[in-house]
């Protein structure tokens, strides 16, 4: 008698379900490499909130990198240097940055750099866009003679840490323009932290 249940109410019904099959929804794409994982990560604390933002670099890494960077930039990376930032350039040591220095500045950054970039998402690794970008994730050569040794030791943990990282660019169609984060492998539940962000 089961058979005797589908009455000629029912029949049209289920015709129409079969002639409209279901959609099925696509699973976001699984980063494969580690820069593609950096870039998911970001996008999604990007639009978590700025804790989260913050909480994926370590500053006391960035702060090493980014006295760093001066002493390169100072000879010659950059070629367009303001007379104001060679003088602060050349009065550094090598000494780092401290980290809540680092801490405050990065998180400056949120509004915009990070939320302008990735606005509603649809971000995508790539390389950088600039040759300074691409530059970031070079290793750094010898220093001149005469250089204040403190830097020494500052290029040996920077090129250790893009020993194990390195340098991935990304635009987001949600958003505008471009970022280049620089990062490393670190033993930590996430498996990496980042080290710096610039406008790629």
């Given amino acids: 008698m089961g058979a005797?249940?589908?009455?000629?109410?029912?029949i049209p019904a289920l015709a129409l379900l079969a002639a409209c099959p279901s959609k099925t929804v696509e699973a976001p794409a699984q980063p494969k490499t580690m820069a593609e994982r950096v870039v998911a990560d970001f996008e999604a604390a990007v639009k978590q909130n700025k804790d989260a933002y913050v909480a994926l670099f370590d500053f006391a890494a960035v702060g090493e990198y980014e006295i760093l960077l001066h002493r390169y930039d100072?000879?010659?990376r950059l070629t367009?240097?303001?007379?104001?930032e060679k003088t602060q350039f050349t009065a550094e040591d090598g000494t780092p940055y401290?980290?809540?220095?680092e801490r405050k500045n990065v998180g400056n950054f949120y509004t915009f750099l990070a939320q302008r970039t990735v606005g509603?998402?649809?971000?995508?690794?790539?390389?950088?866009?600039?040759?300074y970008g691409k530059m970031l994730g070079q290793p750094f050569e010898e220093l001149p003679e005469g250089t204040p040794p403190g830097y020494q030791a500052l290029r040996t943990h920077a090129n250790a840490w893009l020993a194990r990282g390195?340098?991935?660019?990304?635009?987001?169609?949600?958003?505008?323009?471009?970022?280049?984060?620089?990062?490393?492998a670190k033993d930590n539940p996430r498996g990496y932290d980042l080290i710096t962000i610039y406008d790629d």
């Fill in 166 to 184: 390195g340098v991935v660019g990304f635009t987001c169609t949600g958003g505008k323009g471009s970022l280049a984060l620089v990062f490393t």
């Fill in 120 to 131: 509603t998402g649809g971000c995508v690794a790539s390389a950088p866009r600039t040759g």
């Fill in 80 to 84: 367009n240097l303001t007379e104001t």
């Fill in 74 to 76: 100072l000879n010659g």
């Fill in 98 to 101: 401290p980290a809540e220095r």
């Fill in 4 to 10: 005797r249940s589908l009455t000629l109410t029912t």
